[in-house]
């Protein structure tokens, strides 16, 4: 589907719900995409993309950042902390802060660096033992350990379970990030991020929907 197709929906649902115009903006996820249709989605001017994978991204993206100003990138997979220097030099946003050796470790390479990326907490909204994500009844405590830490937390990120009301999973992300007093709301992907809009989506990101399927299984 045409990136400016995704867009006009998300723009229709914002009109529909009573939601600022533009206050949604789009996470082109571009990971396991080939290199041409990434090209394409930013000739097309689009600029704010995902990836899922440190290694991947620096793989494609130091490059594509010197052709094309402007390019903002979201960390939206899982990060070892072994990897997090690597990622906070790459990205502009780290979506999957998780658990408190991993908020350490950022909080010493901000220093380090004299700068860190947007930082967003994961939730595991859904309760999966196979998910990232700190778990609803433990996020407010988190969050606050990740500010004694120094670090600002801008905004939460889900992923809800599959076969399961995507709705209730947002509903819960945004009452977490409203009693915390965070802003940004990273939810819903190809599938399902009208109800994310819905439900206060401050970024949706969208993948397939965007590039066509990916052969990642
Ligand atoms: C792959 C991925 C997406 C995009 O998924 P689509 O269904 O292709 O839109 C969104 N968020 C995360 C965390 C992902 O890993």
Known sequence: ??????????????????????????IAVSKVQPLARVVAVLDEGHRLFGENKVQEAAGKWPALREKYPGVELHLIGPLQTNKARQAMELFDAIETVDRPKLARTIARLKGELGHCPRLFVQVNTGEEAQKAGV????????????????????????IPPEGEEPSLHFALLAKIAARNAINELSMGMSGDFEKAVAQGATFVRVGSAIFGERDDG
């Open 135 to 158: 778990f609803p009844a433990a996020a407010d405590a988190f969050i606050t350990e990740c500010r004694s830490l120094g670090l600002e937390i801008e905004g939460l990120m889900c």
């Open 1 to 26: 589907m045409p990136l400016s197709d995704i867009l006009d929906r998300i723009r229709s649902e914002e009109a529909r719900t009573g939601r600022t115009p533009g206050s949604t903006r789009l």
